[in-house]
């Protein structure tokens, strides 16, 4: 069987953990699992060391041309300055390697070279949840999908956070050689072989911009009685406006309509309330706004894209006494 060639396309000033995690899975050999494992080839634009965050650095011995070869090429995350202007090196190599068949995969913010290669152009991808706004901006051919830990088109695949490197490094390993081995593979490294959910669990609600000065004391108004049924029109009367008013400059300030604020504050205070008490979910629902469970869990499911017991658990970490 030929050697499966996975070459890490690498740029300056790399995280340290996006560059262990292809190593760490694609880099060791586990020919006691499959035989031949792959051969990791780590290929870089420039010559010289490159710098990895933390105070390390790594000397690549391949440059681009590691890539002409390779099965699949993967772009781990990048620094800003990459992520605003990719290397030319990098982006020709990519969409080269992408045109004669090669699969490509991005880590977190190395979804911005593969953007600029043009080889997400009208297809789903994801990256870090804080560079959603930044990413969809910079390439609205994308379709940007926050929700998930990695997306998979096929010849091109995408992850998410930091974190999400090890769920898409296992994902390509279990379609080389299978579910049995890729589960090996996350046992030896002491990780669950597929989590549930996507990354929204991780992220906050989208933050907002800054509110006008009629508009910022009914935001903190509405914080304070989240678990009170709250209106358009309640808020236009703090405000001292009509509804429609209201409504309008709320949507024009915060890029969201006043409802919807209230449901993404409610949804982050239901977060808050599970990490940090014992508080069973009617009795979240009921402090949030939510009313019923059920209600609190459909909203909850839609925003996170799992369970509040599944947060819970997940998220756990015990109320600390106020006199401790």
Same mark, same amino acid.
């Given at each position: 069987?030929?050697?499966?060639? =996975?070459?890490?396309?690498? %740029? ?7 560059? *262990? ?11 006691? @699992? ?5 051969? @990791? ?55 080269? *390697? ?26 789903? $991808? %994801? ?19 926050? /929700?998930?830990?990695? =997306? ?33 593979? $996350? ?6 072989? +597929?989590?549930?959910?996507? !990354?929204?669990?991780?992220? +906050? ?5 800054? $509110?006008?000065?009629? #508009? ?14 709250? %209106? ?41 309330? @599970? ?6 979910? /009617? ?14 869990? !459909? +909203? ?5 894209? #799992? ?18």
């Amino acid at each position: 069987m030929k050697r499966h060639v =996975v070459a890490l396309a690498l %740029t300056d000033d790399i995280p340290v953990f996006e560059l *262990a995690v292809p190593c760490e899975v694609f880099g060791i050999d586990r020919s006691d @699992l499959v035989d031949p494992w792959y051969e @990791l080839r780590l290929c870089a634009a420039e010559p010289g060391p490159l710098a990895v965050r933390g105070g390390l650095t790594v000397q690549p011995p391949y440059g681009m041309e590691g890539l002409d070869d390779a099965d699949t090429v993967i772009v781990p995350a990048c620094n800003r300055m990459v992520q605003c202007g990719p290397p030319p090196a990098v982006v020709d190599a990519v969409r080269r *390697a992408h045109a004669r068949g090669a699969r490509i995969a991005s880590i977190c913010s190395g979804a911005y070279v593969l953007a600029a290669a043009g080889l997400l152009d009208g297809r789903r $991808a %994801t990256t870090h949840w804080m560079n959603m706004v930044d990413f969809a901006s910079r390439f609205p051919e994308v379709k940007v999908d926050q /929700e998930v830990l990695y =997306v998979d088109e096929g010849d091109v695949l995408t992850s998410a956070g930091t974190g999400s490197a090890i769920d898409l490094c296992l994902h390509l390993v279990r379609g080389d050689f299978g579910a049995a081995v890729a589960n090996e593979v $996350a046992r030896r490294m002491v990780v669950p072989p +597929h989590r549930e959910g996507g !990354q929204a669990q991780f992220a +906050h609600p989208l933050a907002r911009g800054e $509110a006008r000065s009629e #508009i910022a004391p009914v935001l903190d108004w509405a914080r304070d009685r989240l678990d009170q049924p709250l %209106t358009v029109a309640d808020l236009a009367r703090q405000a001292h406006l009509s509804p429609r008013t209201f409504a309008r400059r709320f949507r024009d300030n915060l890029g969201v309509s006043p409802l919807q604020w209230i449901l993404e504050q409610r949804i982050r205070r239901a977060q808050e309330l @599970l990490e940090t008490t014992d508080e069973p979910v /009617e009795r979240i629902a009921w402090r949030t706004g939510f009313g019923t469970a059920v209600n609190m869990r !459909q +909203h909850f499911r839609r925003f996170t894209s #799992i369970s509040p017991q599944t947060y819970r658990q997940i998220f756990r970490r015990r109320a600390t006494e106020n006199n401790s």
